[in-house]
């Protein structure tokens, strides 16, 4: 069996400045560009190795494992100072790859840094570089500087990224199997290829062995009117038709979404702009942040949820933040644009109670008594934004000065959290405002009340916090009803059908303390039964509120038909999983026969244990270890990954 990678040592002698050719001085040595944040480097390990596997692989599990995520967060400038990148969105791309053979029970594991070129701009102080969190750097006259070489300079941007593919940080969802645009500056790319895609209007092609960048492109590559400046980072593929479907942003003085498909063909057809509230036509639309959106078999559902880009998106480029422009609005309804995939029409408006979500599950259709149609989705959602402020933990290691005080502020935050809870539960059981469930022939689900918001059970918080606990995310279980009739009295001005002019949708909580949702692929566009996804640890702090020490985080099996009452984890202390995939067994038909994979990062405990990392292998059905492989003495932080099998089909895809 292989030996375990250790490489971090030599990386280290790698980034400490050692052999630059540009002398430090006493003045700037050891100074820093911002402060430090507690994210470390993750190093690059370009060249294929065997990593050692402990346990037996599935004899069917072969086949590749790509994760999109960060590597490096600290970057050595020529003066000897250090720039310290403060957002973990915003860490260097660092794409990992996997390469599994059950028969040989044996894992290939290779990664890259694909963000060179970002690195490059940083160190020459390219004041344009746009992060999702704060750029430490920015005085208020580098924002001017920066707000007009954005304006004038956006021609620019499409040379730099034709001339160097590594230019740009695009490190959310990696995609094998993704459609590429035609054309002249296409014809050296196959049709298809692995992606890494972000919430902006970019996308890298990687080499899928290699992973080296080989191009970057926007939507506009498909067709000249997505010429929008943010996309979603999670698109939709139909299981059926094999159509890869997403939509761009258009931001300023008139906001509008467009939405696109591209056929298994390589045809793309463009979708009617939504540019209003269908609902209510006078509401001027907003920008509104969407990471990922909802599609079945007939509708796609784009959520705006009323956390806006400040001035239509100017704020960002004067900032050069994406955090820092954001606004949210708690009093204003989150809304639902829905778009007819037979029609290609934007038919309809639904408005729901302000919240806001990361991630989709699953969608499908169903039809009521009447005949009409009725569009179910579920959805990871959060009573506001504030876990974007707590994703500053994200990868963190414990600050120094909160390491002495992590049990006592863990004790703190849990008792907190366990009186909120009670609180929030006990509303909860005496007045639902918007649902009602019948318990025993439903199922265990939960009707929801935005008066029991768990953040304004808290009002006096334990010492010590800045804010009351946030409640981890639940999936909602959204209906949009009467499409039909709503899409009629959206478009009739004779006021027939007005009953149906503005549809509030409800929803009921199908599972608690789930987010990064993955479920069987083959259960995409119709009901499913269980979901997996990352949940708060017991041996750490909460995930929604880890943006001072750090992010600990086990894997949930969540049963949505006998509820809560029936969920499955795996947690062990000092280990931290990323979002778990699962993997079907080719040979089973059933929904929860295969195996889950995630990356587990250990951190060190100050008493000899170091930093490492792994790819832990699950049982999906009972989350029973089957195998791990080790990856090396230090932490990877990721995000999403995809998976295709030794046929290089598509089984898995984020």
């Known amino acids: 069996m292989a030996p375990s990678i250790n490489v971090q040592s030599n990386y280290k002698d790698r980034n400490n400045n050692k052999g630059q050719n540009t002398p430090k001085t ?13 994210y470390k480097n993750t190093p690059e390990i370009p060249e294929q190795v065997e990593i050692r596997v402990t ?3 599935p004899r069917w599990l072969s086949g590749v494992l790509y994760r999109s995520g960060t590597g490096k967060f600290n970057i050595p400038l020529p003066d000897g100072s250090m720039y310290h990148i403060q957002h973990p969105f915003d860490g260097l791309s660092l794409v990992h790859r996997f390469e599994f053979s059950g028969s040989s029970n044996t ?32 005085t208020v006259f580098d924002k001017i500087s920066s707000f007009f070489h954005h304006i004038t300079g956006m021609g620019k941007m499409r040379a730099r990224q034709e001339a160097d593919p590594t230019s740009e940080i695009i490190n959310v969802a990696v995609t094998p199997n993704f459609p590429l645009p035609k054309g002249d500056r296409f014809d050296s790319l196959s049709d298809q290829g692995l992606v890494v895609k972000t919430d902006a209007n970019m996308v890298q092609v990687l080499d899928e062995v290699t992973l080296a960048p080989k191009k970057i492109f926007t939507y506009t590559d498909y067709a000249p009117g997505l010429n929008g400046q943010l996309s979603a980072a999670h698109h939709q593929q139909d299981p059926v038709t094999g159509e890869t479907v997403n939509f761009v942003v258009e931001l300023g003085p008139v906001v509008q979404f467009r939405a696109f498909s591209v056929s298994a063909s390589g045809v793309t057809t463009q979708f009617e702009p939504i540019s209003q509230n269908l609902a209510d036509p006078r509401a001027t639309l907003k920008a509104a942040y ?148 019948n318990f025993k022939k439903d199922g265990p689900f939960k009707p929801f009340d935005e008066k029991t918001s768990y953040m304004n059970q808290t009002q006096e918080h334990a010492p010590g916090l800045d804010k009351p606990p946030i409640r981890p995310s639940e999936v909602r279980r959204y209906r949009l009803e009467n499409v039909t009739k709503v899409a009629l009295a959206q478009a009739d001005k004779s006021g027939v059908y007005n009953k149906y002019r503005h549809p509030h949708a409800d929803y ?63 947690d062990k202390p000092g280990c931290s999983c990323s979002e778990p995939i699962f993997i079907p067994n080719p040979s089973s038909e059933q929904e929860d026969v295969g195996v889950i994979l995630s990356i587990v990062n250990m951190t060190g405990d100050g008493k000899g244990r170091k930093d490492s990392c792994f790819l832990l292998v699950l049982n999906a059905r009972d989350l029973t270890e089957i195998a791990k492989a080790d990856i090396g003495k230090y932490n990877a932080s990721t995000f999403h990954g995809s998976f295709m099998d030794a046929n290089g089909n598509s089984i898995s895809v984020n």
């Open 55 to 57: 346990g037996k692989l």
């Open 508 to 570: 009921i909580i199908v599972a608690e303390d789930v987010e990064l949702p993955r479920i069987d692929p083959r259960r995409e566009q119709r009901p499913y039964r269980y979901v997996w996804g990352v949940c708060n640890s017991v041996y750490g702090k909460s995930y929604a509120n880890a943006s001072s020490t750090g992010l600990v985080t086990g894997i949930v099996k969540a049963d949505l038909k006998l509820g809560p009452s029936a969920t499955l984890k795996w």
């Open 107 to 138: 894992v290939k594991y290779n990664s890259r840094y694909t963000a060179k070129g970002v690195e490059k701009r940083i160190v020459e102080r390219d004041n344009t570089v746009l992060f999702f969190g704060p750029d430490p750097c920015k």
């Open 26 to 38: 006493k003045s700037v040595l050891g100074k820093s560009i911002g402060k430090p944040t507690g």
């Open 290 to 437: 969407a990471h990922s959106f909802s599609m079945t078999e007939k509708y796609i559902i784009i959520p705006n949820y009323p956390y806006w880009f400040s001035y239509n998106g100017m704020a960002t480029i004067w900032h050069g933040s994406v955090y820092e422009s954001f606004y949210w609005d708690g009093t204003k309804p989150t809304l639902y644009q829905v778009l007819d995939r037979r029609t290609k029409k934007h038919v309809a408006t639904y408005q729901a109670d302000a919240y806001f979500a990361f991630h989709t599950v699953n969608a499908w259709d169903e039809v009521d008594e009447d005949g009409d149609d009725v569009i179910v989705f579920d959805v990871c959602a959060y009573d506001s934004p504030d876990i974007i402020s707590a994703s500053f933990g994200l990868g963190k290691a414990d600050e120094a000065d909160a390491t002495n005080n992590v049990k006592k502020s863990m004790d703190i935050e849990r008792s907190a959290t366990a009186k909120g809870h009670r609180a929030w539960k006990a509303r909860k059981a005496k007045k639902n405002r918007r649902a009602s469930i």
